[in-house]
């Protein structure tokens, strides 16, 4: 296939663009590096650099486009709060113009990066597919609208879709992992404790309804991640838009979390204890029977200690290109 990657700059992106290249094929990378690294993107993709409102048609036209993975995106939770206006366009606005571009010239397989945060706080765990869906964030809420409006085109103009909905991605595959200029994500903020470019490592509640009061999440590892979207571009049916979440079925603590990067990397992370973070949910841990049954996704990397260890490989070679080195 030739396969569109937005947002191929980006962690998630990259990842699947470099994925799809070694499973044979071809690839051209849209990205406006607003949030994204140019080292990321695979040296064997085409890369259009742009916005994808401006670039999509010409692209699917000129690069015969078979198919559309869509990953470019704001997605900082906090940050959707504070500026929701960006999160609408970026997200919202930037996907209906690719809706369109994808529409008007006949381009109808899709696959759709989508999250968690689409589901809010959960009334049990763990979560499936039909489960109300209540965002607490703009993020999650631009995520959700995505989803119903590539329902509707699929039913008006046939397309056939996928939305991923993602827990909590972590871990890195060969050259590519975590090195955003503006990190929230617990991994990588307790691995630059690790490696010196942070003092300590805040933990945001221990006084959650949790085992040992910290927040449970569903690390999926990177990897896995990505062999998920190229069987969902592999099986995709006209008119269909599916839905599936991708975990990898187990909680993990943040202290636990903490623990794991200690013993990773040997390092004795010093740890404080903060107050909550607002919008966090206590647990997080995703169902993903329906993608294992019908896409045949099989997880492989689902151990916390394989996806730290894989996460600190990347990390850890990083030196002056880490982010966090530069401040
Ligand atoms: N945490 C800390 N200290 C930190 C950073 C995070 O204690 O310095 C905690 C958070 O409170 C949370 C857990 O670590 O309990 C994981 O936090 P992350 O920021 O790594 O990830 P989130 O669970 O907040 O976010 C993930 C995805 C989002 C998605 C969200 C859905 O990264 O894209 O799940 O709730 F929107």
Redesign the pocket.
Known sequence: MNILVTGGAGYVGSVCAQVFIEQGHSVTVIDNFSTGNREAVPADATLVEGDVREVAATVLREHNIDAVAHFAAR???GESVEKPEEYWQHNLVTTLALLDAMRDNGVNNLVFSS???T??EPETVPITEDMPTAP??P??AT?LSIDYAITSYCHAYGMGATSLR?????GAYGSIGENRAVE???????LQVALGHREK?????DD?PTEDG????DYIHIRDLADAHLLALESNTASQHRIFNLGSGEGYS?AQ?IDTCREVTGHPIPAEV?P??A???AT?IASSAKAMNQLGWRPSRTDLHTIVSDAWAFTSQLGDRAYSAQR
Do not use: E, Q
């Open positions: 997605s900082l939770v999250t968690a945060a589901y809010g607490t964030n993020y999650g995520k993602y827990f909590n991605v972590a929230t994500h617990l991994i990588p903020l307790v490592i805040m933990i945001f509640g959650w910290t927040c449970v999440r943040v979390v903060a909550r973070r919008g966090d949910p997080l």
